[in-house]
C-alpha cells in the first residue's frame, strides 16, 4: 500500500491557484458593514433589525456581525484604524462603515448610515473596496455570492494538515504503542489503546494551535503587519523541511536523537514491563494517556511552523469564534489523517504499516515548496 508522488502534483497546484486566485479576486466592489453589538444591549438589538432589514434592500451590503465579549481585540483593531475618541470606547452598539463610525442607535444614526451608504455607492472608489479586511466576495454562476477568503482557508487547513502529520517523530510514537499493543493480539485492545492515544495527541494538538491563535489575537493589534510575522513563519517552516528533504535524500527517513527519542524509549522499555507483568488496563490506558500529552508537547516545535503559521493566518483572517475553531479541528483532523490509516491498517489486519520511506522524503520537499509559497504570498 503505497502513495505515488505523482498523486502529490494536484493538492500542491490546487493550492498554489487557490492562495493566487484569492488575491486576484480581492478587487470586487462592495460596502462592508462593520457591527459590534451585545446580546444584552436593546439598543443593539434595534440597530441589528435596522442592519439586517438594510442588507435587504441594499444587496452589495456586505454586513459582518460580531458579539463583543468574543471580538474585543477585533473591535480594539478599528477603534486604532479609525481613531476613535478614548472616550467614546467601550459604549455600545458601534458600527463602522467606509470612513465613519456610529456609536449607539437612534432615528437619527439610522438615517445617517443611510446617508453614508448612498455616499458610498456614488463614490465606488472609495475605501468601502476595504483595504482593512479580507471579507470580499465573488458571484459565481449557479452558486451565486461566495467569499474567497472562506473558500481558500479550508483548503489550507486541509493540506497544511495533511503535510504536517506525515512527519516521522510522530508516527514513531503511534508505532511503538501499536508495536507493543498488537503482542497482546486483541483488537479491543489495540481500538483502546490505539484509539486513546490518537484522540489525545488531537486533543493536545488542537490545544497547542488554539493557544498559538489567542497569543496572537493577543499581540496582532501592536503589530503593524501581522502578514510579515505569517510570512516569516513560513519561510522559516519551508527552510527547516528543505533542510529535511536534502538530510532524508542522504540517509533516509530518520529522527534526530533528541528528548522525544529518548522519552519514547524509557516508555516502550516501561511499557513492556506493564504487558509483561499483566498490569491492570487502567494502569496501562493511564500510562498511554500521559505518554500521549507529554510526547505531543515535547515534538510541537519538530515541524512548528506549520501549526503557528496556520494559527497566524487564522488571526489575520479574524473569524468567528466557532468559525475558527472549526478550522482548527479541521487542520487537527486531516494532520491526524496518516496515523488514522496506520491505526486503522493495523485494527483490522493486526500488521504495522507506514508509508514508503521514498514518498516521506519526497512529501518533505512538497512541504518545503508549499510552506515557501506561503512565505512568498504574505510577504510579497
Excluded at 444587496?59 to 467614546?88: A, T
Excluded at 458610498?120 to 455570492?145: C, H, M, V, W
Excluded at 500529552?293 to 501549526?307: G, L, N, Y
Aim: with cysteine.
Amino acid at each position: 500500500m503505497k502513495i505515488k508522488i505523482k498523486q502529490l502534483v494536484f493538492p500542491v497546484f490546487f493550492i498554489i491557484f487557490m492562495l493566487f486566485f484569492q488575491r486576484s479576486v480581492f478587487s470586487a466592489q462592495f460596502i462592508q458593514i462593520d457591527f459590534f453589538y451585545s446580546t444584552t444591549c436593546p439598543h443593539c438589538a434595534k440597530a441589528k433589525e435596522f442592519l439586517t432589514n438594510l442588507k435587504k434592500e441594499q444587496p452589495q451590503l456586505i454586513l459582518n456581525q460580531y458579539e463583543i465579549s468574543q471580538n474585543n481585540n477585533r473591535l480594539i483593531k478599528f477603534y486604532k484604524n479609525y481613531k476613535v475618541d478614548p472616550q467614546s470606547q467601550g459604549l455600545i452598539p458601534v458600527i463602522f462603515i467606509d470612513k465613519q463610525y456610529f456609536i449607539g442607535f437612534s432615528e437619527e444614526i439610522s438615517n445617517q448610515i443611510k446617508k453614508c451608504i448612498i455616499d458610498a455607492i456614488e463614490k465606488p472608489n472609495s475605501a468601502t473596496q476595504n483595504d482593512r479586511t479580507s471579507s470580499d466576495t465573488l458571484t459565481l454562476p449557479f452558486i451565486g455570492k461566495v467569499e474567497p477568503n472562506k473558500v481558500v482557508l479550508p483548503v489550507i487547513a486541509i493540506i497544511l494538515g495533511i503535510m504536517d502529520g506525515f512527519n516521522v517523530c510522530s508516527l514513531g510514537a503511534l508505532l511503538i504503542i501499536l508495536a507493543l499493543v498488537l503482542s497482546l493480539k486483541s483488537r479491543l485492545k489495540t481500538l483502546i489503546f490505539g484509539g486513546s492515544f490518537i484522540l489525545t495527541t488531537a486533543l493536545i494538538y488542537g490545544l497547542l494551535i488554539f493557544f498559538w491563535y489567542q497569543l496572537f489575537n493577543i499581540i496582532s493589534p501592536y503589530l503593524r503587519q501581522m502578514e510579515i510575522v505569517i510570512g516569516i513563519l513560513t519561510v522559516l517552516g519551508g527552510t527547516y523541511f528543505l533542510k529535511e528533504f536534502i538530510r532524508f535524500r542522504k540517509q533516509g527517513p530518520t529522527c534526530e536523537i533528541g528528548t522525544a527519542q529518548k522519552i519514547e524509549g524509557s516508555f516502550s522499555k516501561k511499557f513492556q514491563s506493564l504487558i509483561d507483568n499483566k498490569a491492570k488496563t487502567l494502569t496501562i490506558f493511564t500510562s498511554i494517556l500521559l505518554f500521549a500529552v507529554v510526547i505531543t508537547v515535547v515534538e510541537f516545535p519538530c515541524s512548528a511552523a506549520v501549526p503557528v503559521a496556520f494559527a497566524g493566518i487564522l488571526t489575520k483572517a479574524q473569524l468567528s469564534s466557532w468559525l475558527y475553531l472549526s478550522y482548527i479541528i479541521l487542520y487537527v483532523i486531516f494532520y491526524m489523517f496518516d496515523e488514522l490509516l496506520v491505526f486503522f491498517v493495523a485494527f483490522f489486519t493486526m500488521k504495522l504499516w507506514l508509508a514508503s520511506p521514498k514518498f516521506i522524503t519526497w512529501i518533505t520537499l512538497v512541504e518545503s515548496i508549499i510552506m515557501f509559497l506561503l512565505g512568498a504570498y504574505y510577504l510579497f
